[in-house]
């Protein structure tokens, strides 16, 4: 992509896809990040009344869906584990670590106090399984699903996750794909993207709720359909 970037025959004629949202906030954190460095952050999610200002200790960075997302351990919530865990002998998680979408973020500053990264941390690991920026702790299922018409050529050479592979089809025009994967709500966001180009046929619990977004869509509709 550098490469690219820096070719100057190239100026002007690739178009990189716009992210809009909270690139106020790169540089801050991506320092902080270099120098371990604890942020202060007033944040205020979709539907909350107000906004929260806390520490985090930022970890990662991620785009997803054209927007910035920031991974940092809490130390708020690992030393309320820490505590709960010594008053009922608990094993809830030593360490906590949230996802902040940085265009819901309002503010954000270096602290002086500095925080060591845990190195064992694995990025790979807390994402097995998973779609997008939703972390899951259940273990991923094994998704099988039918696609048609083009779909099949948009799944093979841009799977929806790692662990996607091509089953064999006795029926023509119809490929059926597996996956391993945690049903998030990032999964039903890129299943929905294929609209009907898809069919998911297992687990049941997973094709239930995919019925249930289509019945909700279809509510939508429905009044010009019939006019």
């Given at each position: 992509?550098?490469?690219?970037?820096?070719?100057?025959?190239?100026?002007?004629?690739?178009?990189?896809?716009?992210?809009?949202?909270?690139?106020?906030?790169?540089?801050?954190?991506?320092?902080?990040?270099?120098?371990?460095?604890?942020?202060?952050?007033?944040?205020?999610?979709?539907?909350?009344?107000?906004?929260?200002?806390?520490?985090?200790?930022?970890?990662?960075l991620?785009?997803?869906?054209?927007?910035?997302?920031?991974?940092?351990?809490?130390?708020?919530?690992?030393?309320?584990?820490?505590?709960?865990?010594?008053?009922?002998g608990?094993?809830?998680?030593?360490?906590?670590?949230?996802?902040?979408?940085?265009?819901?973020?309002?503010?954000?500053?270096?602290?002086?106090?500095?925080?060591?990264?845990?190195?064992?941390f694995?990025?790979?690991?807390?994402?097995?399984?998973?779609?997008?920026?939703?972390?899951?702790?259940?273990?991923?299922?094994?998704?099988?699903?039918?696609?048609?018409?083009?779909?099949?050529?948009?799944?093979?050479?841009?799977?929806?996750?790692?662990?996607?592979?091509?089953?064999?089809?006795?029926?023509?025009?119809?490929?059926?794909?597996?996956?391993?994967?945690?049903?998030?709500?990032?999964?039903?966001?890129?299943?929905?993207?294929?609209?009907?180009?898809?069919?998911?046929?297992?687990?049941?619990?997973?094709?239930?709720?995919?019925?249930?977004?289509?019945?909700?869509?279809?509510?939508?509709?429905?009044?010009?359909?019939?006019?």
């Amino acid at each position: 992509l550098n490469q690219i970037q820096a070719d100057s025959k190239l100026q002007g004629r690739i178009l990189f896809e716009h992210v809009p949202s909270g690139r106020r906030w790169l540089h801050t954190i991506t320092d902080a990040m270099r120098q371990n460095r604890v942020l202060l952050i007033t944040h205020q999610g979709f539907g909350k009344p107000a906004p929260n200002s806390f520490e985090v200790e930022p970890y990662y960075l991620k785009v997803a869906n054209r927007r910035w997302y920031l991974l940092a351990r809490s130390p708020y919530y690992s030393e309320l584990n820490r505590q709960r865990n010594e008053e009922d002998g608990g094993d809830r998680p030593e360490d906590v670590y949230l996802v902040y979408a940085l265009d819901r973020i309002l503010a954000c500053e270096p602290l002086e106090e500095s925080f060591v990264m845990d190195e064992s941390f694995d990025i790979e690991a807390y994402y097995r399984g998973c779609c997008g920026v939703i972390h899951s702790e259940e273990e991923p299922v094994r998704l099988l699903l039918n696609a048609y018409d083009h779909g099949a050529d948009y799944l093979r050479t841009l799977p929806i996750h790692e662990s996607q592979r091509e089953l064999p089809s006795e029926v023509e025009g119809v490929a059926c794909f597996e996956l391993e994967v945690c049903p998030t709500y990032d999964l039903y966001q890129a299943l929905l993207a294929m609209g009907d180009q898809i069919e998911v046929l297992e687990p049941q619990s997973v094709r239930e709720e995919m019925y249930n977004f289509a019945k909700n869509l279809m509510a939508y509709y429905e009044s010009t359909t019939e006019a």
